[in-house]
């Protein structure tokens, strides 16, 4: 079956830049893409690559779907697979959608009635900024309902940030957790001295504490795992199908921070992860409400441990029309199935 091809690029303003480790981000760029059949079915995907993340870019997604033309076909789409991951996740998932209609179609016609999605409510984790800018989100997070939260990390002398950690912690009520991630910055000695910090606190994970590319890095994050009480999660090591079969095969005993709109096939990783009873947080790629919809749909299905999702992270665009669900320390799949990805798709034209 050939689908028509279309696809829309995004530059869209955040509402407040995001600083990590990787710098500042301002904006976040991507590229939707629609599938739709003769008689009018569509299905909506997005590539949503990370700065200093992904080793692609956003123009380098668009640049791979102005090669393929106004049509494609199975064997074309998993010609892509090897180029990008996240242009064939986005083609998988606007492919997956438009298989989804038809079959809601064919069900009406045969029963005349659809059953719809229902999962029972999931915590999510509010993402904290950077530095001082932490301590004065968090009360207005905690007001809401949060109780588990992620801070960026990383960005500044590690004694300077230990010292905001304390003040931090001194403001969640007990019972709350507090996720660590450091986006890769730093070395042996600075992970080290947050792990013996983190040992006696409240500290659910502490994610990607050196940088992939860094000089044994794997053998060197296999042997924190096992040294330290507080769990490690790999985040940045995790770009794609391979770097999830990698640690897998490596017995990896911490957690996989998964987003699933750079993942490529995300229902096939999953999958494996699922069969290997891995420890899984499902986390936002910064995505509009098109790969929010689809990312949230993966996390939902997952019949492991629940972990609370990493998608506290709206409002995110200075304009709300693409962002995924409303702020909430509990998610559903109502929620999600309220997202509508055609109206994300005609407000970019």
């Known amino acids: 079956m050939k689908l028509k091809l279309a696809f829309r690029a995004y530059s869209l303003p955040l509402l407040k830049p995001l600083r990590t480790a990787h710098g500042l981000m301002p904006t976040?760029?991507?590229?939707?893409?629609?599938?739709?059949?003769?008689?009018?079915?569509?299905?909506?995907?997005?590539?949503?690559?990370?700065?200093?993340?992904?080793r692609e870019s956003a123009e380098d997604c668009l640049a791979l779907l102005?090669?393929?033309?106004?049509?494609?076909?199975?064997?074309?789409?998993?010609?892509?697979?090897?180029?990008?991951?996240?242009?064939?996740?986005a083609i998988q998932e606007a492919w997956s959608e438009v298989s989804r209609q038809l079959e809601k179609l064919s069900?009406?016609?045969?029963?005349?009635?659809?059953?719809?999605?229902?999962?029972?409510?999931?915590?999510?984790?509010?993402?904290?900024?950077?530095?001082?800018?932490?301590?004065?989100?968090?009360?207005g997070r905690l007001e809401l309902g949060f109780r588990v939260f992620k801070w960026k990390v990383g960005v500044a002398d590690v004694a300077d940030e230990l010292v905001l950690l304390d003040?931090?912690?001194?403001?969640?009520?007990?019972?709350?957790?507090?996720?660590?991630?450091?986006?890769?910055a730093w070395d042996r000695r600075k992970t080290e001295r947050w792990l013996e910090r983190c040992a006696d606190r409240p500290i659910e994970h502490l994610e990607q504490p050196i940088a992939p590319d860094m000089r044994e890095?794997?053998?060197?994050?296999?042997?924190?795992?096992?040294?330290?009480?507080?769990?490690?999660?790999l985040d940045e090591s995790l770009v794609g199908a391979d770097d999830?079969?990698?640690?897998?095969?490596?017995?990896?005993?911490?957690?996989?921070?998964?987003?699933?709109?750079?993942?490529?096939?995300?229902?096939?990783?999953?999958?494996?992860?699922?069969?290997?009873?891995?420890?899984?947080?499902?986390s936002s790629a910064l995505e509009t409400?098109?790969?929010?919809?689809?990312?949230?749909?993966?996390?939902?299905?997952?019949?492991g441990e629940r972990r609370a999702l990493g998608f506290g992270v709206w409002p995110l665009f200075t304009d709300s029309q693409f962002d995924g669900p409303f702020q909430a320390p509990f998610l559903k799949a109502a929620d999600v199935e309220r997202l509508k990805p055609e109206a994300v798709w005609n407000a970019l034209t």
């Open 66 to 89: 102005q090669t393929v033309g106004g049509e494609i076909d199975p064997e074309t789409a998993h010609e892509l697979r090897s180029r990008s991951d996240c242009v064939y996740g």
């Open 107 to 139: 069900s009406a016609r045969v029963a005349g009635t659809s059953n719809p999605l229902s999962s029972a409510p999931w915590q999510v984790a509010a993402l904290l900024p950077a530095g001082k800018a932490a301590l004065a989100e968090v009360d």
């Open 217 to 233: 890095a794997d053998d060197f994050l296999s042997g924190l795992a096992q040294d330290y009480p507080t769990p490690l999660a």
């Open 289 to 303: 409400g098109v790969g929010a919809r689809s990312a949230l749909r993966h996390a939902l299905a997952w019949t």
């Open 167 to 184: 003040d931090l912690l001194a403001r969640l009520p007990s019972g709350a957790r507090l996720r660590l991630d450091a986006n890769g």
């Open 244 to 282: 999830v079969s990698r640690w897998l095969g490596r017995g990896w005993p911490g957690v996989y921070v998964i987003k699933p709109s750079l993942l490529g096939d995300a229902a096939e990783v999953i999958s494996r992860l699922a069969t290997a009873r891995a420890r899984v947080v499902f």
């Open 28 to 54: 976040k760029q991507g590229v939707i893409v629609q599938l739709q059949t003769g008689e009018g079915v569509r299905g909506y995907g997005e590539a949503a690559p990370l700065p200093g993340f992904n």
